[in-house]
């Protein structure tokens, strides 16, 4: 095999298990557990009406952790264009938990597109279902080419729950989705979603990379009316003193 075609393959495969768990030789329920994020500790169940598809603003801005400001810059029928404090900008589908639809990083670059019917979640409600198709082009800047995966994603509003997070107390519906490779039978990812009505957004996402399970949660919501860049600031000097020992 020439150099070239040896860079693509390994270019390949770390892109097929890229923010997804390498499967583990311990057998299948290692497999299963890698690849499932860690369950937190008991949630508190309760009772939510079914919750419809927000209609988001331009300006809404989150801020997740300490310091990750993402802002709503634009909105069309079907996507939203986010920003970011490290200057990155972004499009994500009007469905919170649907793959991104454009991105780039210094190494890579990817867009995608998703067939079926995603926005079928809508209204949430426990036990509601919803299985679409992603087609993502990635870009590689190692090899210079660009791969294409195809994915099933499978959604499930899981449960109704209590979330506390550092912006406070919500109730939210959990959401939970998983990535599938046609003929794989495992799940390539799992990725969950408590999603708080009364924001219109979710306030803690957590999914599997690295090796391990992360989990980002919501530390301030400011509505577009009141996301000005000196709020903003205040907001990012109050969470890092808090943060402070």
Do not use: N
């Not at 799992?190 to 996402?205: E, I, K, N, Q």
């Amino acid at each position: 095999m020439c150099l070239p075609s040896l860079r693509l393959l390994l270019a390949s495969l770390a892109l097929v298990m890229s923010g997804c768990a390498q499967l583990p030789a311990g057998g299948l329920q290692d497999a299963l557990d890698a690849i499932t994020p860690t369950p937190r500790a008991q949630t508190v169940p309760i009772d939510l009406p079914p919750a419809p598809r927000p209609a988001a603003r331009t300006g809404d801005t989150y801020v997740f952790g300490a310091s990750s400001v993402r802002r709503v810059a634009a909105i069309t029928p079907t996507a939203l264009t986010w920003t970011t404090t490290d200057g990155e900008r972004y499009r994500s589908s009007r469905e919170f938990f649907a793959p991104l639809l454009e991105q780039a990083r210094p190494q890579q670059r990817h867009r995608s597109t998703l067939s079926g019917q995603p926005g079928a979640l809508w209204p949430l409600s426990v036990g509601r279902k919803v299985s679409f198709e992603e087609t993502r082009v990635t870009w590689l800047a190692t090899v210079d080419r660009e791969i294409t995966t195809r994915l099933r994603w499978d959604c499930e509003v899981q449960d109704a729950r209590l979330s506390s997070v550092p912006a406070g107390d919500f109730d939210t519906f959990h959401v939970v989705c998983k990535a599938y490779r046609p003929g794989f039978f495992l799940p390539l990812q799992t990725v969950t979603w408590d999603y708080a009505p009364s924001l219109g957004h979710y306030v803690r996402r957590t999914w599997f990379e690295g090796g391990r399970a992360r989990e980002a949660t919501l530390a301030a919501a400011l509505p577009a009316s009141l996301a000005t860049p000196p709020r903003i600031a205040a907001t990012l000097q109050r969470l890092a003193a808090s943060a402070t020992p």
